[in-house]
């Protein structure tokens, strides 16, 4: 059961750890150090900050020259960082990237560091608890994408049925595209009979400019006897982007509501630990530039600098969220501390995770990310994973 938990469904290899390597440019006299290059980028944002679009300009082409695609991870961080800046001004349009470079990203992303893993496999170790003895078993996923987070589920709760007699599951899917939606339930649909598993997979359509008010109970039915599950892995921020701060606290508690009137048996959320949702521009952005700073230099340590995967990640799956961040108003992420306070206004209870959730969290990482930076640490009742001294992810569950 512990390694269907922790499989990551693809049968890939696994990383290990590469010493750090610095690829010097040819001019990056300028990028001295990572204290440095962080100050440049700060002022860069500033000139930005301040409307001086000409010297934002100026110091954004230098910089950039100055930062190789193929250096080390300050290098790399600073060119995505310029070209977000790049787009905010209006220099560059947003990215366009297509949806097989998205997904090929996102699949590498999973494979390369743990942290789409670890936001899975805890939480799938939440659910497996709240639904063991259960016979009919609904999963309503937001945000979808690939449905990554369930293959090692349904195998889990294979493993513990009785295979004459087993239990029946649905997933209700959400995401923006209907087409990834029907594609990611057909493969996980032969998967669960593959398992002998009673399956079914709806998916349900939720625009991202409105998520939070298109949701209702009306397109979604529980049948009766089914256990209901809600799961929330890097979503919960979405419904913060693109609105007015009153507005976002009002759709949220509104959601949050809605989904405790299904009194669903667990609730999993997962997070990146970072504050991107202030109204302040330079705060968001420096908040920003700290927390990739960290995952950048966590993908530096577990792969060889030639790996092509790695920059393909950086640049089209990191990149976006960059440009999300700092060159639009895509932020809506928030600390562990502030995701609490929000759950318990709308009426939930945090539950504690058990040690064996724990443990199989200490395992995906020695196991298959043996690097000494990588570190988990359990605050209140939140499982948090982070590079060196800097909380990344969080993961809670909430009844």
């Not at 290990?16 to 990572?34: A, C, E, M, V």
């Not at 934002?56 to 080390?72: Q, T, V, W, Y």
């Not at 470079?101 to 743990?114: E, G, H, M, W």
């Not at 049925?161 to 997933?171: C, E, K, L, V």
Request: charged residues 20%.
């Amino acid at each position: 059961m512990l390694s269907s938990l922790m499989s990551d469904g693809g049968g890939a290899r696994e990383t290990h750890p590469h010493p750090s390597h610095h690829h010097p440019s040819p001019q990056n006299g300028l990028i001295s150090s990572t204290i440095h290059a962080r100050q440049l980028l700060i002022s860069c944002a500033e000139l930005v900050q301040c409307g001086d679009l000409p010297a934002a300009d100026r110091a954004i082409s230098i910089l950039s020259a100055a930062a190789s695609p193929c250096g080390d991870s300050t290098e790399r961080l600073i060119r995505q960082f310029c070209r977000a800046l790049s787009v905010r001004v209006g220099l560059v349009s947003p990215s366009a990237d297509s949806l097989g470079s998205l997904r090929s990203s996102y699949l590498s992303f999973n494979q390369i560091a743990p942290f789409l893993r670890f936001s899975h496999l805890t939480p799938n170790q939440a659910i497996l608890e709240a639904v063991d003895g259960h016979r009919r078993i609904h999963i309503l996923d937001f945000d979808t994408y690939y449905g990554l987070q369930w293959p090692p589920l349904l195998q889990a709760i294979a493993e513990r049925s009785d295979p004459s007699d087993p239990p029946f599951i649905r997933i209700t899917g959400t995401g923006s595209n209907l087409e990834v939606l029907r594609r990611t339930g057909h493969r996980l649909q032969n998967f669960a009979h593959s398992l002998g598993l009673g399956f079914q997979f709806h998916p349900l359509l939720l625009h991202p400019a409105s998520t939070s008010l298109t949701f209702a109970p009306s397109p979604f039915q529980l049948h009766p006897g089914e256990t209901l599950v809600v799961n929330c892995v890097l979503f919960l921020h979405k419904l913060q982007k693109e609105r007015g701060n009153e507005d976002r606290s009002r759709d949220l508690q509104a959601f949050l509501r809605t989904i405790r009137a299904m009194n669903p048996s667990v609730v999993t959320v997962a997070e990146r630990e970072a504050s991107h949702n202030s109204p302040n521009f330079m705060h968001r952005f420096v908040e920003a530039l700290d927390y990739y700073m960290a995952v950048f230099e966590s993908l530096e340590a577990m792969l060889p600098p030639t790996s092509q995967e790695r920059l393909a990640v950086e640049q089209v799956w990191l990149g976006q969220e960059i440009e999300g961040i700092v060159g639009g108003e895509d932020g809506g992420h928030e600390r562990s501390e502030r995701w609490e306070n929000v759950l318990r206004d709308a009426g939930f209870s945090s539950l504690q995770l058990s040690t064996f959730a724990v443990s199989q969290a200490r395992l995906l990482l020695r196991l298959h990310y043996p690097s000494e930076g990588y570190r988990l640490e359990l605050v209140r009742d939140s499982l948090l994973l982070g590079w060196q001294n800097r909380h990344l992810f969080s993961v809670s569950s909430w009844r």
